[in-house]
């Protein structure tokens, strides 16, 4: 048992420090940081710990019905960067108000087998009281590399279009 005192000394550190759990403090950019260093990490809990109970629906296709929308985020980050140890490298960042855009350039091995080197594109969060409230990726389709890689999943100009009858 942790004696009040040294509690309360603890706590005052962590608040400091910006470690406090919920992150109610922290800016837009340093919660998207702290996404950053935890897909990294491959480190889920962090992930899940920044996004908030009523975010966004995410589009992701993977997502199930019976998940609700924190779980189904939490799925299309888990599927898409983190199991694939994607690592990022930020090529610009702009914050409009609670918003964080940031231009990213993304390798992982999900890219090497399918012959990409790397994926460009855009991590549109929208941030409030600490947490994500809204996220999504926005390819470059005007990047080659991007354009096939999303074009082989069937996203995007370059994917296989149906017969026409």
């Given at each position: 048992m942790i004696p009040a005192v040294l509690r309360r000394s603890l706590l005052g550190l962590s608040i400091l420090a910006g470690v406090s759990g919920a992150g109610a403090a922290a800016s837009p950019d340093a919660v998207f940081d702290r996404y950053v260093t935890a897909v990294h990490a491959g480190d889920m809990a962090t992930v899940r710990a920044l996004i908030a109970p009523d975010v966004e629906r995410?589009?992701?296709?993977g997502c199930r019905p019976e998940m609700d929308n924190p779980a189904c985020l939490a799925h299309y980050i888990e599927t898409t960067v983190v199991q694939p140890k994607a690592r990022f490298t930020l090529l610009?960042?702009?914050?409009?108000?609670?918003?964080?855009?940031?231009?990213?350039?993304?390798?992982?091995?999900?890219?090497?087998?399918a012959g990409i080197d790397r994926i460009v594109g855009t991590d549109v969060v929208r941030v409030r009281?600490?947490?994500?409230?809204?996220?999504?990726?926005?390819?470059d389709f005007g990047d080659e590399s991007t354009a096939i890689f999303f074009g082989s999943l069937g996203i995007g100009p370059r994917a296989a279009q149906p017969p026409s009858k």
């Open positions: 995410s589009d992701y296709v610009r960042r702009q914050l409009d108000g609670d918003t964080v855009s940031a231009r990213l350039e993304v390798r992982s091995p999900w890219h090497s087998k009281n600490g947490l994500i409230h809204g996220f999504r990726f926005v390819p």
